[in-house]
């Protein structure tokens, strides 16, 4: 190469040997570093290219290894959301079934409320019917009660007059100063007032008096002084009264609404 800026020595001449000049000296000065200069790009490329190699290497192992780690989180996600749509569409199953069960028994309830409602109006109208046929009757059984009222007064009225006399009579027989003939003379005079008094009769008062004149002898203790200690067998008959007297109303106005 030549170089016509450059002073002649310093240029590389082709024939310098045979010119018997310096130019094997400064060709082999030149050789040298640039053989170096080829063997060190040629180390350098080899060094280089190994690690690039090894960078490329590195790089798709990391790569790999990424897309490995991807794949997994990948397949690890949509197993979890298989699964949660699993559960999803097992409770919305359950939900489904649970409402269709709900809304079957609000149908048979409503079904069962409009039975139960026709019912109930049946039973009402049915009520009514029964209400309007009792009325005369209740009319006639409230006033054949108020008519009974007086004959239940007078009986209960007879049935004091009697406990008085018997407690009188009971007192006279347990008395050891008191004569016979008074006790049997209040005697005598029941008798006669229930042979006379109708309500008496009703009762069957005489055949009770006979039987407690003849078998009633309990007396108390001889300083009692309380008439009602005095006699048991009169104070049966005397409930019994009662309860007939109470009896005979509702009798009397049963027959009383049958006549009618």
Request: glycine share 4%; aromatic share 8%.
């Amino acid at each position: 190469m030549n170089n016509l800026n450059d002073p002649p020595n310093w240029n590389i001449r082709p024939n310098s040997r045979a010119d018997g000049g310096d130019g094997s000296r400064w060709n082999y000065a030149l050789l040298v570093p640039m053989l170096g200069l080829a063997a060190f790009r040629w180390i350098w490329s080899r060094e280089s290219q190994k690690e690039i190699e090894k960078e490329r290497e590195a790089y798709r192992q990391r790569t790999a290894a990424f897309q490995q780690e991807l794949e997994a989180k990948y397949h690890a996600v949509v197993s979890e959301s298989r699964r949660a749509v699993a559960h999803l569409s097992l409770e919305l199953e359950k939900e489904q079934n649970r409402t269709t069960s709900y809304r079957e028994a609000l149908i048979s309830q409503g079904r069962k409320l409009v039975e139960e409602k026709k019912l109930l109006e049946q039973e009402r109208a049915q009520v009514l019917q029964e209400k309007r046929q009792v009325q005369p009757l209740r009319s006639a059984y409230l006033s054949c009660l108020g008519q009974e009222e007086d004959w239940q007064r007078r009986a209960r009225l007879l049935l004091k007059e009697v406990e008085g006399v018997l407690s009188e009579r009971q007192s006279i027989y347990c008395s050891l100063l008191l004569p016979r003939g008074q006790r049997l003379q209040l005697e005598k005079s029941l008798l006669s007032r229930a042979a006379a008094d109708p309500i008496a009769a009703e009762l069957d008062m005489a055949a009770g008096l006979t039987d407690i004149f003849k078998h009633d002898t309990h007396c108390s203790d001889v300083w009692n002084t309380d008439r009602r200690q005095n006699g048991r067998l009169m104070w049966l008959y005397l409930r019994y009264w009662e309860l007939t007297v109470e009896l005979k109303k509702f009798e009397r106005v049963e027959k009383a609404i049958l006549e009618k």
